[in-house]
């Protein structure tokens, strides 16, 4: 890695670290969530959640310090599944899903994962783009699923095997 700091030597910029959240992070998971997701987890569903040892989340703040991007995910007798993935509407487009998703794909290389899945809204083309290019493929829809709009959830599975494409940091 360059010493750069957040510009890249091309003059790009590069996505924040990630860093890992638990129960204290939980208010401001709850607030990324209401503003990402008709359905919100609440903060004590997910100050439960990640007090748990299952559940986890990856994250990242933007310049003034606040949560700005997340990733949770559930890593369970060697089986993976991404719950959400969320990137503040006006930050997205600049890289900062493909790297938080590297990140947790990594740590759960590391946890001993070696299949992890997800559903996503059949509509949903920016996820299951980004999930495309991770090399998640379709293995199941579960017909009307989402009760909201009744739209059907595609199942996408990722067979892991070694490091996540793009990923070589350590999450502090
Ligand atoms: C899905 C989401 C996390 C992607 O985050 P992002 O930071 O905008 O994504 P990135 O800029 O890192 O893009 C990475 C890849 O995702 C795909 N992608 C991102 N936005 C896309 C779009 N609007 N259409 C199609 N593919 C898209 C592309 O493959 C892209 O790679 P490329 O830039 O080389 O083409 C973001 O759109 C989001 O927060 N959506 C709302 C919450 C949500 O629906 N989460 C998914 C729940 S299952």
Known sequence: MSGCGRTRCDGTERPPAVVRLGPGDAAELAGLERVCFSHPWSEEQLAYGLGTSALHALGMRGAD?????????????????????????????????????AAVLQSATEMGIDRMFLEVRRSNEAAIGLYTAFGFVRTGIRPRYYPDT???????????????????HEIP
């Open 150 to 168: 009744n739209e059907d959830a595609l199942v996408m599975t990722l067979a892991m095997s070694g490091p996540a494409p793009g990923s070589s």
């Open 65 to 101: 310090g606040a949560l700005a991007a997340y990733c949770s995910f559930y890593c369970v007798a060697g089986e993976g599944e991404i719950v959400n993935i969320a990137v503040l509407p006006g930050l997205r487009g600049r890289g900062w899903g493909r790297a938080l998703l």
